[in-house]
Structure formats: C-alpha cells, structure tokens
C-alpha cells in the first residue's frame, strides 16, 4: 500500500470501522484521526466544540493531520473527520503525503441503520447532502465494504494501485502490460489463457516467491481473472504450509464469484480444478476500472454468473444487463454468493451447491466443446437447460426459461444448445463427472423462478423429462 492511506466520507459512513479492518489485512498500522485530537488536547471534542468553538476544533484538527502525514514511518491507514478536507490546505497535504479514499455515502435508510434512530441520523443525513458535492469531488472511492468468512472486500473505483504499492504481486500478463504504472513490476506474469492454469506455472510461482524472498509471513497478491487468482491463492496456500495472499480481481467473473470463497487450484490433465486447497485471501479488493479494458466476450462471461446470483438470490433487476456494472451493483451481486458460502464455507452442508445452478448441464457443453465456448456462454446454455428441466419436472412455470434467456441475452449471451450436441451425449458427460455423479444420479441446482433455486437429484442415465 501506499506510505499513508487517508480514508474521508461523510459522518457515519463507517471510515473508523473500515480502517481498522483495512490497517490489520495490510500490516499496517491504524490512526484515528479523531482519537489522536481528543489524546491531543486531553479533552473530548464536543467539549472542544462547545467551549472553543468549531474554528478553534478545525485547527487543533489540522495540527493533528500535519502531525499525522509528517510521521510515515511504517505504513499507516488513517481515518479522517467527517469534515476534515474542507479545509483546501488540508486536502493538498493529504493528497500530497498519501492517497485518498472516499467512502460513498451511506443512503438515509443505511444511516438509520447503522445509528440506530431516525432522529439522531437526520441531522447527519443533512450534513452529508450539504457536503455531497465535496464528498463527490474525491476520485478515488469506496463504494462497499464487507466482510466475507476470512476475507474483507472492499469494492470501489481507483483504489487498486494504491493498496497494491509495496507489495509483492502476481499477474496474469495481459494485465500487467495494460496497467504498467499500477505498481510497479510483478514477481511473476502468468500467461494469459485457461491453458496456463497448469501444476507448472504454480512451480513458477513459487520460484518466484523463493526469489523475491517470501517466508512465513509475508504476504503475495494477485492481480488478474479468475486464472491467475486460483493459481496465485494455490501457491500461497502451499508455500511454506501457506501464507497469506490478497487478491485483486480484474474481469467481471473474477469479481462476482471467483474471487470469494477460498477456492484456489490449478487444472490437470485429468480434469479441471481437480488440485487445489481451501485458502481464502485476507483481503480483496475488487476496483472497477479494471473493467474498461474488458474485451465485450469477457465481460458478458461475467454477467452470466452475475445473472446466476440474481436466480439464487432474487435480487432487484431493474436495469439491464450491459455495459460495465456499478461498483454497488458488484458489491450487491457478490453478497449472494458470500451469504452462501459464508453457511457453507467447506462445500459440507449441500447449501454452497446453489451456487451450482446452471452448472450441472453447463460443465456438460463447455467440456463437449472442447472448451471452445466460453465459460460464461456455457452457464447461460446450461441456466436455461436446466430451467427447462425445472418445468419438466412440474417445478417451475411454463414461461420460466424463457423469461431467464431473455435476460441472458440483453447481456449478450445465447443459450440454446449448440447444434450437433445431443441429449444422450451431454447426459453422458454429467453420469461421468466424478466429482457429482452416484450411480447416475446427479443434485442438480434447478432455477426454478427468480429467488427460487432447489436441489434436485435427477437420474441422468436415461432420458430426461422434457417440457
Ligand atoms: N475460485 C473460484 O471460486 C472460482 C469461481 C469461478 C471461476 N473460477 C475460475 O476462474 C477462471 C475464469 O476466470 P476469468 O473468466 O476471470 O478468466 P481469466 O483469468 O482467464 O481472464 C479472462 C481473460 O481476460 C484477460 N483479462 C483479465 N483482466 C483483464 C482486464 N482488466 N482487461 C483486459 N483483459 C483482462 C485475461 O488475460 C484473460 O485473457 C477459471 O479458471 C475458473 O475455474 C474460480
Ligand atoms: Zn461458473
């Protein structure tokens, strides 16, 4: 990370909560701005504020921020006041001494939330409308942050080189040319490509930690898609019996689904993601502008799984599916599968298997194609299939699947079956994948309606119901 990392926003936007957590995932050391005025001048500061007034508060909390941005000796996250770069000379020295992170402020509903009476967060609600236009004129954003089972995630736009700095990192290639100036050099560039997702280039990464150095407890990231996130964890998970790791997930489907839940791994010969460990990162850091270099294919890939969260979890889906989503509507999509996986952490209990909806027949297509179609194209084919089964089996209403394809393909995607693969084929693929098949009968995810995803056990070794 940067040398000093300043997080501003409005009253009550949760900058205190956010920094300690941040300050602990990064090593580094954790100042409340606030705190070090009241140690300061031995008062609490509504006493501050009532004798002295708020002139006399604003400079006792300029000293304090002098104080703070001159001492960089380790690296430091640093909360702010609610009200502390109005002040230009302020904002210069912060921006000058560090980087700035603005957290979004919270809507009226979340203030009253968080503080717990209507009364007490109107006040505090007008401050924040009032200042809107001063909170906003901060590029660098904090849109969402939450803890999933041992990692925090912190989604945003423009925060990633900033969080990077000073880290040793991993990167998938293509990455690493498109955003040269993001940090500086990675210890190692994976190749871009499903191809590369091999037990070599996981040696290659550990070459790479042996000769940057790496022991017990340091930390490598990882910046790039899913490819490079699994096989970046991997390694971390086995380096020296594992440390911890950080990733930065830079396609959509990294972002919504691959770069929670602490699968890592690497594809074998035999089959895909067959080794690999549980490792989740401490931190992640999900920064949208990485999306704008994303090829449209990529990208729709990643609507896909964002389109299976918004069947499992039944989201608002009011607006459609294209062009590059929100830092909210991420962070939005994401807490479906982090709810889930947060009650099913080992894949023990069958409720992570939701997350399989769409998956079950997709893995069939996407392996009877030879991995020429895409992942993401895959799932739509396969949500769809299923949705169809789901109205076989008396599950789901007549209209279901294509009211679900009609969504698939406002973001681009097709979902029908690829000519010249037959049902008995794909049937056969599913009785096959030893990972899910007993004896022909396979828990399939069935999408039976918006927020309505069941588990299913169906007998794949004869024909299957069709509507
Ligand atoms: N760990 C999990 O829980 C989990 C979940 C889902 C998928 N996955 C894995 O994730 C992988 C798929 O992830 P993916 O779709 O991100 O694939 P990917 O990592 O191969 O990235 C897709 C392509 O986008 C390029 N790219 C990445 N970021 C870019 C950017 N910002 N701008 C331009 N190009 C960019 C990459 O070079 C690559 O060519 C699969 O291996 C899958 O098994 C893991
Ligand atoms: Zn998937």
């Known amino acids: 990370m940067k ?6 926003g409005a009253p009550a936007s949760g900058k205190t909560t956010l920094g300690r957590l941040l300050a ?12 070090e005025i009241v140690s300061r001048a031995g008062r609490p500061i509504p006493e501050i504020f009532a004798t002295d007034g708020e002139g006399a508060f604003r400079d006792a909390e300029s000293r304090a921020l002098a104080a703070v941005a001159k001492s960089p000796s380790a690296p430091r996250v640093v909360s702010l006041g609610g009200g502390t770069l109005l002040r230009h000379e302020n904002r210069e020295l912060a921006e000058a001494s560090g980087a700035v992170l603005c957290l979004d402020t919270p809507s009226d509903k979340e203030l009253e939330r968080r503080i717990g009476s209507a009364a007490g967060s109107r006040p505090l609600g007008n401050r924040a409308r009032e200042r809107a236009h001063h909170y906003g004129s901060f590029p660098k954003r904090v849109a969402a942050s939450f803890e999933a089972g041992e990692s925090l995630v912190v989604v945003g736009r423009g925060i990633a080189g900033d969080l990077l700095s000073g880290l040793p990192f991993v990167a998938d290639s293509t990455v690493a040319s498109l955003y040269p100036d993001l940090a500086g050099a990675p210890i190692f560039a994976v190749p871009s490509g499903e191809e590369n997702k091999t037990p070599a280039t996981v040696a290659s990464i550990w070459s790479a930690l042996a000769k940057s150095g790496i022991g017990r407890r340091d930390v490598v990231a990882a910046v790039g898609g899913g490819v490079t996130g699994d096989l970046t964890g ?30 890592t791994g690497c594809d074998l010969p035999e089959g895909k993601n067959l080794a690999g460990a549980f490792h989740q990162p401490r931190l992640v850091v999900i920064d949208t502008d990485f999306l704008a270099t994303l090829p449209a294919s990529v990208l729709a890939d990643g609507r896909a799984e964002m389109i299976k969260h918004e069947a499992i979890g039944g989201l608002p889906r009011a607006a459609a599916p294209v062009g590059v989503p929100s830092a909210a509507e991420i962070a939005a999509n994401l807490m479906v599968k982090v709810g889930i996986v947060r009650e099913d952490p080992f894949e023990r209990t069958g409720r992570r298997m939701l997350l399989n909806c769409g998956h079950t027949f997709g893995h069939a297509v996407e392996k009877l194609s030879g991995y020429e179609l895409s992942h993401g194209t895959c799932v739509a ?63 399939f995810a069935l999408p039976c309606g918006w927020g309505d995803v069941r588990i299913v056990p169906v007998d794949v070794s004869r024909e299957l119901p069709r509507c």
Do not use: H, Q
């Open 3 to 8: 040398n000093t990392v300043f997080l501003y």
């Open 24 to 35: 602990d995932r990064l090593g580094a050391e954790f100042t409340d701005l606030d705190a």
């Open 234 to 263: 991997f390694a971390a998970a086995t380096w020296m019996r594992g440390i911890d790791w950080i990733n930065f997930p830079t396609t959509l489907l990294s972002m919504v689904d691959a770069s929670t839940g602490g699968k």
């Open 381 to 443: 084919i396969g949500c769809v299939a299923e949705a169809r089964l789901a109205v076989a089996l008396g599950l789901a209403p007549s209209g279901w699947p294509a009211e679900f394809a009609a969504r698939f393909a406002e973001a681009g995607l097709r979902t029908e079956i690829p000519d010249g693969m037959s049902e008995s084929e794909l049937r056969a693929v599913m009785a096959g994948d030893k990972k899910k098949a007993r004896g022909g009968i396979v828990d």
